[in-house]
């Protein structure tokens, strides 16, 4: 049980846009802490997708997008290419645990038709 | 370029030891937290323990407390993470990270990940 909730799945044909939320509470996305988002490939370590809500690393197209507001995030991905068929997570901090721990959604897996 | 790069993952007995550990280079290793993230088979991520720049301050998830230990040598360049008393449910591939400087939390850089099973 993760401590933020993702969808496992979403899916889209190329050229259009998905987005994957993120849903956390009071404790972390709420009590204003930061979303960060890993896109994953397969086989592959994860890599920093967006940081700080909606900022991008240098390198990453802005097809993707990071955005927040109350106890959720979202990731939205436009234009749709194949080579983004990988796994997408959030992740923030929870005052609820002790010590500067970091917590995650479950991953979403983003499938190109 | 920033590269991380761990070692030390084996398969071990339940109760076992490893001690695995992750080198970096192109960045001022001294001048960041570091942390140490695991992904079991098929699963999501999970953190797992964090350490600060002179190793003065360091952090757990609850499940691995009193069993793993992380350090670092910063003359080396280096961070480790010292686990015993392995449990099968330690099963996976262990992520050394850099944190992003100015959040305290997150990773900005990862390395390639060690495996570690725990099967009898």
């Known amino acids: 049980q993760s401590v933020l909730t993702q969808p496992p799945s979403v899916s889209g044909a190329p050229g259009l846009r998905v987005t994957i939320s993120c849903t956390g509470s009071i404790s972390n996305i709420g009590a204003g802490y930061d979303v960060h988002w890993y896109q994953q490939l397969p086989g592959t370590a994860p890599k920093l997708l967006i940081y700080g809500n909606n900022n991008r690393p240098s390198g990453v197209p802005d097809r993707f997008s990071g955005s927040k507001s109350g106890t959720s995030a979202s990731l939205a991905i436009t234009g749709l290419q194949a080579e983004d068929e990988a796994d997408y997570y959030c992740q923030s901090h929870d005052s609820n645990f002790s010590g500067s721990n970091w917590v995650f959604g479950g991953g979403t897996k983003l499938t190109v038709l | 370029e920033v590269q991380l790069i761990e070692s030390g993952g084996d398969l071990v007995q339940p109760g076992g030891s490893l001690r695995l550990s992750c080198v970096a280079s192109g960045f001022t290793f001294s001048s960041y937290w570091m942390s140490w993230v695991r992904q079991a088979p098929g699963k999501g991520l999970e953190w797992v323990a964090n350490?600060?720049?002179?190793?003065?301050?360091?952090y757990y998830v609850d499940s691995v407390k009193g069993r793993f230990t992380i350090s670092r040598d910063n003359a080396k360049n280096s961070l480790y993470l010292q686990v015993i008393n392995l449990r099968v449910e330690d099963t996976a591939v262990y992520y050394c990270a850099r944190v992003i400087g100015s959040y305290g939390h997150g990773g900005d850089y990862w390395g390639q990940g060690t495996q570690v099973a725990v099967s009898s």
């Open positions: 350490i600060k720049q002179d190793g003065s301050e360091k």
